[in-house]
């Protein structure tokens, strides 16, 4: 009865067509990793940012708890409902439309459900650039990604979301909508409520609009791959190519000798320009002048390279078509890795100058305690963040491996990260997954702080309740 | 006696010298502008984070109000003490260490007490660059550029302080260590408490170190002049300079016609390469492969905008000495406008592209309300921060002219900042200034945001009360 008035009044704020509570609700109920299944008590379809309003404020007089989705991509049980079967899941894909690009100032303003290459698409029709860039773009939305504070292929050079994001629009959980579409790249006053909202991963308020930086589209775009001995050589190629190219490297990817092994296993068909090397780096530049003046600084950066040692054989590509081959096959490791069967992923961030050390250390334990285990290590180098993902022995039982060990290698991998100081989680976040991982994890002192945050601006802890931080206490 | 019982612990603290409450203490309690003159209970000056966090749980115990100061360089009366006498005046100058320098993370660790230069200079040394310039390096601290988002002359490229920091070190009202030293690029564990301490003035908390992020240094940097006939042409000229040099565009000043013909009057051996225009931009270009190519990329970009009619003349430094002299004719004008007489200042912020018509619009709104006031308009116009000052009419008497007119001319500057989206605090923060202002003119759901995140980290309202947010409420 009290969810029949609930439905009803959700029902006439947003139309009936847009409150679903029957049938299959899986695309909204169940991530698609297939990880995590909730049950939500209606799926809700606001088409503004004053039907969000009017939403949130119906739900806050029911006391009603409230799980805000975009394009369902999270890796982390993020944005699905619990079982529970009492949560409003608040879709946000309505509120799509791109509402104003500044060319002279060189933003966007989008709404929270507008697809990150709808974006990207409507900021390169306007001649400019919107850098973020993900494997999901193609479904994830603008909101989800500040709200995860998502990173991608450009964080090197243009930053993470949290970075390209100038202003939001947030509606807080009692309904207020907070305008804070600024465009303006300084303004000191007060503290900064977007950093606190970006990040947030929908625990404080529904994101519903925000306005993103954008940047001249660069003249030329080029990549390079190189084989290197060691991670320590990798990393004084970093520097290398930081002096040499200022903020024109836009790449720095490394790839492990097993990573592109799988790739050659499962996928034949991809060109590996390199013969196998232990480390192989793909390295981008964006240049403002010509594809010329890119070959040049590539050509001059890659022959010191080598004549001093920190690479041992290097291929530039020679057209944009070679230039995403290259991104391709670094983009197909994941899918080699699934194809290979069952495997461990970390999402982990370490100091550019702790990466060998960690490397070395956390392998060699992996080895000793995990006979036979497989490091598939890959990731973005420049921003300190490494997929150190980890493959069952092969000709093993995978499950029966993962079912005994998952746990314990998490608990060395994270150990490892947490001694090297390190992040456990770079850029997909926390949600469900990691939740109780991080309350172990975090200093004292900043959960205290950031559940005292959490209590200041959602008192009823409704806001994706369970997710980022422990379970309210009731 | 209380005052007494405190003292004497605080003395036990931190040592008996540093803990000053006799003779004078001007240095502490009266601004550099000798705008704000307070009274502390006492001065104390802690050596260490853990003397910091002792004599917070010292004030916390006692329930006294403590305000943070650094350098004492603010421009908004933020870090000097009220006139009660009842307030500690926290001096963090003993912490200025730089804890280290990480080249291969790009990272340095720096105390709060460290003056800017020292650590521009720890960084050089190291052969790297720390982007943050400001007028003020020579003396200001690196706690109070976090605690105030610090902007200056490099922001268009590097970002203000809040995009130059990883990670802080933060204790908290009660004495709590919050070590946030992270160097990392990429942390997605919860809410960003960095960036909800940095810009906030004191008010949350003491920040006592911080990780800055490290850039490779330029190989070569060189400046141009160019004569604009619009603020319209200097927008177009803007765009046009971040199309052509990319990210190796550092600078972009513009300097209003009385703004260089006040410097004209009164610092008569300043060059000033260019003959009079209604707008001179200064640009700058910090180049990663040498001089020539940073010549080269000036000379056509000039010559297009020249043929384009985007500028009528220009001057591209043949030296670094010529270099020096641009800047050192720009950071003249305020010094000119101080030997002219009394003048109100404007430190705002806008959407570059609104910035013609908010000057079109304001211009022409003084000169109907306040006949014969002269309008000296600069700043970063690439960061979309202008210093909008008014002087005085010429041979009037400036006195009573302010004493008049400063309040009306401040209400139509900060209404026509709002009607164009701006803010009435680009760079230098809120403090005693301009509180009643922002309670005026900020949301009032951000406010109340604001307000809620004071009152859960700073419950006993004792950080530096009554700046930036109201007075508490007893």
Partial sequence: ??????????????????????????????????????????????????????????????????????????????????????????????????????????????????????????????????????????????????????????????????ELCLGLEVVTPDGEVWNGLSGLRKDNTGYDLRHLYIGSEGTLGVITAAVLRLYPRPVATMTALAACASLEACVALLQRAQRHAGAGLTGFEVMGTLALALVRRHFPQIPQPLPPAPWTVLLEIADAESAEHARTLFESLLEDALADGLIDDAAVASSEAQSRAMWHLRESIPLAQAEEGLNIKHDIALPVSRIPAFVADTDAQLA???????????????????????????????????????????????????????????????????????????????????????????????????????????
């Fill in 368 to 474: 000793a305690a995990f006979p036979g285990v497989r490091l598939v290590n890959f990731g973005h180098l420049g921003d300190g963040n490494l997929h150190y993902n980890v493959q069952v022995p092969e000709g093993g039982n995978a499950g029966d491996f993962l079912r005994r060990h998952e746990h314990p290698i998490n608990t060395l991998v994270y150990d490892a990260v947490q001694a090297h100081g390190g992040s456990i989680s770079a850029e997909h976040g926390i949600g469900a997954l990691k939740r109780e991982e991080l309350a172990q994890r975090k200093s004292p002192v900043a959960l205290a702080l950031m559940r005292s945050i959490k209590q200041a601006l959602d008192p009823q802890q409704r806001m994706n309740p369970g997710r980022l931080l422990d379970e309210p206490r009731r």
């Fill in 1 to 162: 009865m009290a969810a029949d008035a609930l439905l009803a009044q959700l029902a006439a704020l947003v139309g009936p067509a847009q409150v679903l509570s029957d049938g299959d609700l899986s695309a909204w109920e169940l991530d698609w990793r297939k990880r995590w299944r909730g049950r939500a008590r209606a799926v809700v379809r606001p088409g503004s940012t004053a039907e969000v309003a009017a939403v949130l404020r119906c739900c806050a007089a029911h006391g009603v708890a409230v799980v805000s989705q975009g394009g369902n991509t999270g890796l982390v049980g993020g944005g699905v409902p619990d079982g529970s079967g009492t949560q409003v899941l608040l879709s946000l894909t309505r509120l799509r439309q791109v509402r104003a690009i500044d060319a002279a100032n060189l933003t966007m303003t989008v709404e929270a459900g507008c697809v990150l290459q709808v974006a990207q698409q409507a900021a390169a029709d306007a001649g400019l650039l919107l850098p973020l860039s993900l494997a999901a773009e193609g479904s994830c939305t603008i909101g989800g990604n500040l709200a995860t504070n998502a990173g991608g292929t450009q964080v090197l050079r243009y930053g993470n979301a949290r």
